[in-house]
Every structure is written in structure tokens, then in C-alpha cells.
């Protein structure tokens, strides 16, 4: 798909790279009309006439009334912070729950071998899932819907019907074959556990209660996306607590039966097939009421549930043909995440026999999901609100909008960003040994060292993830496709290195440093081909200004902070009131340093959120 002719006449306004007290943004657009744009800082929006304000015209016959859409337009930068809070209150809530999920997870059954066979069995779900259409439906299907919402006499609920109604029948399919393929799906992903008869068993039962959650996982995105579609987003990220709860209640029935992994040291060889039993159907249930809870929303949004098998002929065709790439995107992701699921897995088998718990792809996921905290919180609450709007921009041609967007999206989210980024750095292990003290000390330093070898990566991986929206707005899903073939590539080269030349302890910490150093050799392709596709402006001068400052500031508050907790704990240990002491200690100071050099910097961003902190706290 070629670049689309840039409309602009070469001024640039308040999130274009201009001067910071330009307000508006006047130009050219293709239908010879001027537009004075509401960029995301609150200026003004108003269209004139190219020649100016139009002379009084003649009176003409009354049009014929325009039936009124069902899905009404986004209401603007307000509307798009409002929703941005709410998705940001559900995810804070959902994350939070997730934790508490993790953590008695490590309670029940610890962090070791165990639990990395039911790390392995969880994941094939969402990695199939992701393979056979999500990351479709994620990027592709919502720029569809958008376009059947506003063309389609229904306000798309037919298109929706069929979008609905065709996964659900593809996602049953493939569940059935799945569940009968769990033991090749589990020797694909992990060689060494598929090498251990009790080990395989264990992995095999575990995967069978797992894998059918696919299809509940499908249906909840999909229900998730229509309602998105017409701007109700607090559905999709306030019913994973629910998942959550259910979740934390099966693994706690788990202690209350068994006791904590303290107390049994329970193991693959040791483990009941009740228990077994037990944390499989907690981990379905609570994908089946995540879906199901989708049903009050959508009821509420206005939106009837249809089946509809009347799939030709109604723009479906052309949506799975932009999906082919996005299929081949996840593929090539998936295969990078099974080379690292084989390679920590082994690593980690390794190091428990030397000793060392805490080291295989169970300390991967949990610093992976706490490293992937901020993200979910700041970058996607504000992206996936912005995304209807970069969507109806690009149907527009207007470059302009789309990258005033993107940089809002970059800037808004660095101020968080980049400062969490280098606490993960400063402050992983009395994190973790405080998050993961149950699991014992051993393990919960393990997990900390591999959030450390996590913590810068968050700058790029960010990025990259809203830089790519740009590209999905023009419904180019071939561009992040061979973006995401060379992040792959060089994060399985890095964890394949980081395999063979760390010892086992710390292979997986060097796996988790290469995910950074991939993501940030990707954001440099993608800058560079969006910056080309939006006419050579992408306001990468002020952008990148502002991370400049950003990292500046974080810099000497990590080193700070960091020498704090290591002082504290080296006077008080490593126990959760050690690690907590710590935390505090090191946190406060990493964060008032930060935000002194931050305003010495005269951060425009970081003013603005402690402005609009201290005025809610009443100050």
C-alpha cells in the first residue's frame, strides 16, 4: 500500500513539532476546505471554506432527514480521556487482581518445575488462540466494524453478527482438535518436559483443562471489540477481575487442601491428580465467566446477539484478506516465544538441580507480567481509546491528525514510562522477594533478577506498541508483519546466545534483556517506515526531546533509589519487612529525585501530571 498524499501545507501545530505556544492548526484539506483541528491539547477545531467564510446562499429545498447512527462519534480529547481513565481504573484493578493471582499461585505450588508444567499448559491456549485469528481481531476487525458502524444502515450489528459467529465455529473447531493434540502441543513447547514421563504427565492433564479456554478467550475479544467499536471500553478491562477471582479461589482451595509449597514442596512427582484436577478446572471456570460476563454490557449497549451464517458477500472477504498478515505476524511472534519456552524451560530444570529455583520460564511469566504492568495501564488505555479516532482519521487521509495521535500517545505515556522502567531496574529484587515471598527466598530473588534484566526494555516495547497503531489505522497489517519478523528473529538469537554462554541460574535473566534489545531494534524500522507513510513527519524532534529529558531524569533517581534499598537491605535482610522497607525507602527515593530533576528539566509533561495529581488531592 502506497503512502497517501499528505494534505498538510507545511504548518505544524501543537503536537506536530511547532513552537509551543501555537494553539491551531490551519490547512488544506482535500475536500477545499480549510481546517482549524482540535488537537489532544484542547485547541480548538473549526472548518472554513478554502476561500474563506462562504457568502449567504440562496435558500434551498429542505434535505431529507439523515437517519441519526446508532454509535454515536467520539466526543474528543475529553471523551478520550475520560475513556482512557476508565479502561486505565479496570486494568489497575485487573492487574492488581493478576498479581494476587500470581501469588498464590507460588504459594500453592511454588516456582520451580511444577509450576513451569503449568505455565507451558496455560499458554498454549492464548498462543493458538493468538495464531488462528486474536491478533486479527485486535488490529484488523476493529477499523472494520468502525466502518460498518458508519455506513451500515444497522450501525454494523449484522457485520458483527457474522464476525461473531464465524469465530465462535472456527475457535470450537480448533478447540476439539487441540485438546486431542495436547501431548504433541506440550512436546512441541518444551522438549525437556515431554523427556520426564512424570513431568509430561502432569503437563498433559493440565493442558487438557487449559486448552478449551481458547474458546471462551475468543468469544470475550470479540464481544470486547464490538463493544470498543462503539466506544464502551470498561467492559473488556473490568471482566479479567472476575477471571482473576476465580482463579485465586481455586489455587487457595488448593492450599487449604494440600498446604502451601512451604510445607509440601509439592512437584510434578508428588502432586495428586485431584489436585491436578482442581487448579484445571479453576483456570477454565475462570475464562467461561470472563466471556459470559460480556453478555450485560453488550444488553446495555443496545447490541442483540444474532447468529448469522450469511458470511459472503458482506465485507468479510476483505477483512480476512488484511488478516493474512497479521496471521503471519503472531506466527512468527509465537515461534520466537516457543524457542524462548524451550530454552528457559531446560534452563530452568537445570538450575533447580544445581540448586537455584526461580530460574525457568514460571520466573520468566511473573516478571514478564509485572514488567508489563505500566504498559497496560498507561500505553493501551490510551491507545485503544485513541484507535477508533486514528482509524476514522486515516478513512480521512488526514496525516496530520494520525501523527499529532501518535506523538500525544508517545508523550503521554513516556511520563510514566520511562521512570518505571528504570525502577524495575533499580528496584526488581526487593520487588519480587516481597510480591513472591511465599514461594520461598530462593526463588523470589530469582524472579527479581530477571525483572532487572526486564527493565529498560519496557522504553521501546512501549513505543513500539503505539507506533504500530499507526500502521494499523491505514489497515496495513504487512508492515508490522516484517517488523515482527526481525524482532523475532533477534530475540531468539539473543535467547539462544544467552542459553548457550550463561550458566542455567542466569540464562533466563539474559533471555528476558534480549526482549528489550529486540523491541528497540524493532522501533527503529517501524519509526522510519510510519515517519515515511505520514509524509516524513512523525514530530520526532519534540518526541524524542522529551524521552531525552525523561531518561535524564531517571538516571540519577535510579541510582538514588537503588543505593537506598541495597543499604536498607543489606541492614534488614531480605524478608518481606526487609524487602518492604526497602521498597518504600528506595521507591521514595527514586521517585522525588525524578520528579526535582524533572522539573530542573522543565518537563512539560511531568508539570502537567503533578499539576493535575495535587488537584485532585485538593492541593
Known amino acids: 500500500m502506497g503512502a497517501p498524499n499528505d494534505p498538510t501545507d507545511g504548518t505544524r501545530g501543537p503536537m506536530g513539532g511547532g513552537q509551543a505556544e501555537e494553539t491551531m492548526v490551519l490547512r488544506a484539506a482535500p475536500d477545499d476546505t480549510m481546517q482549524l483541528r482540535l488537537a489532544p491539547d484542547d485547541t480548538m477545531v473549526l472548518r472554513l ?65 511444577l509450576n513451569d508444567s503449568y505455565q507451558v499448559a496455560n499458554v498454549l491456549p492464548t498462543m493458538i488462540y493468538v495464531l488462528v485469528g486474536g491478533g486479527a481481531l485486535n488490529a484488523v476487525f476493529v477499523p472494520q466494524l468502525v466502518r460498518a458502524m458508519k455506513k451500515d444502515d444497522d450501525g454494523g450489528e449484522a457485520y458483527a453478527n457474522r464476525l461473531l459467529t464465524l469465530v465462535m465455529v472456527a475457535l470450537g473447531g480448533v478447540t476439539v482438535v487441540c485438546v486431542l493434540a495436547a501431548p504433541l502441543l506440550v ?49 473488556m478491562m473490568w471482566t479479567p477481575v472476575l477471571n482473576n477471582l476465580v482463579i485465586i479461589a481455586s489455587f487457595g482451595g488448593f492450599v487449604w487442601a494440600f498446604g502451601s509449597f512451604t510445607e509440601s514442596s509439592v512437584s510434578p512427582a508428588t502432586v495428586t491428580p485431584e489436585g491436578v484436577r482442581l487448579l484445571g478446572l479453576g483456570t477454565l471456570l475462570g475464562l467461561t465467566v470472563q466471556a459470559l460476563a460480556m453478555l450485560p454490557y453488550l444488553r446495555d449497549a443496545g447490541f442483540r446477539l444474532r447468529p448469522r451464517f450469511d458470511f459472503r458477500g458482506h465485507g468479510l472477504g476483505k477483512a480476512i484478506g488484511l488478516a493474512k498478515w497479521t496471521l503471519l505476524f503472531v506466527l512468527v511472534n509465537q515461534l520466537g516465544m516457543i524457542v524462548v519456552t524451550q530454552l528457559a524451560t531446560e534452563a530452568g530444570s537445570l538450575a533447580e538441580d544445581a540448586g537455584h529455583t526461580g530460574s525457568g520460564i514460571t520466573a520468566y511469566n511473573y516478571a514478564l507480567l509485572l514488567w508489563q504492568m505500566p504498559q497496560a495501564i498507561i500505553t493501551v488505555s490510551v491507545m485503544t481509546a485513541a484507535l477508533p479516532r486514528i482509524s476514522r482519521s486515516a478513512q480521512e487521509n488526514d496525516t496530520a491528525a494520525i501523527r499529532d495521535d ?35 527466598a530462593e526463588g523470589a530473588r530469582g524472579i527479581g533478577f530477571v525483572l532487572m534484566a526486564f527493565g529498560l526494555g519496557l ?112 541492614t534488614l535482610g531480605s524478608g518481606a519487612a526487609g524487602s518492604l522497607a526497602s521498597l518504600l525507602a528506595g521507591g521514595l527515593v527514586l521517585l522525588g529525585v525524578f520528579l526535582t530533576v524533572a522539573h530542573l528539566l522543565r518537563l512539560p509533561e511531568v508539570s502537567a501530571l503533578t499539576t493535575m495529581v495535587r488537584g485532585r488531592l485538593g492541593r
Open 459 to 570: 522504553i521501546p516495547y512501549s513505543v513500539q506498541y503505539v507506533v504500530l497503531r499507526g500502521f494499523y489505522a491505514y489497515e496495513d497489517t504487512r508492515t508490522p508483519f516484517y517488523n515482527t519478523v526481525v524482532v523475532a528473529l533477534v530475540n531468539a538469537a539473543g535467547s539462544a546466545l544467552c542459553f548457550v554462554v550463561l550458566s542455567p541460574r542466569w540464562a533466563v535473566a539474559g533471555m528476558a534483556a534480549s526482549y528489550g534489545l529486540a523491541y528497540a531494534v524493532g522501533v527503529g524500522i517501524a519509526w522510519r517506515r510510519l515517519r515515511k507513510r505520514l509524509g516524513g513527519d512523525l514530530d520526532g524532534r519534540r518526541v524524542a526531546g522529551t524521552y531525552a529529558r525523561l531518561v535524564a531524569a531517571a538516571v540519577p533517581a535510579a541510582a538514588a533509589g537503588g543505593g537506598v534499598a541495597y543499604a536498607v537491605t543489606t
Open 49 to 113: 471554506p478554502a476561500g474563506g467564510v462562504p457568502a449567504p446562499a440562496a435558500p434551498a429545498a429542505p434535505a431529507a432527514p439523515v437517519p441519526e447512527s446508532p454509535v454515536k462519534p467520539s466526543g474528543g480529547p475529553r471523551s478520550l480521556l475520560k475513556s482512557s481513565a476508565v479502561m486505565a481504573a479496570g486494568t489497575i484493578v485487573s492487574r492488581i487482581t493478576g498479581f494476587l493471582r500470581t501469588l498464590v499461585m507460588a504459594a500453592a505450588i511454588g516456582v520451580g518445575t
Open 187 to 235: 512436546h512441541m513447547m518444551s522438549p525437556d518436559i515431554a523427556s520426564d514421563p512424570q513431568r509430561m504427565a502432569v503437563t498433559v492433564a493440565f493442558a487438557r483443562y487449559c486448552l478449551p479456554t481458547l474458546f471462551f478467550m475468543g468469544a470475550h475479544v470479540v464481544l470486547g471489540q464490538i463493544l470498543n467499536a462503539r466506544e464502551r471500553f470498561g467492559a
Open 406 to 440: 501518535i506523538s500525544y500517545g508517545l508523550r503521554t505515556s513516556a511520563v510514566a514510562i520511562v521512570p518505571c522502567a528504570f525502577a524495575f531496574l533499580a528496584l526488581g529484587v526487593p520487588m519480587a522477594t516481597l510480591l513472591y515471598a511465599g514461594s520461598g
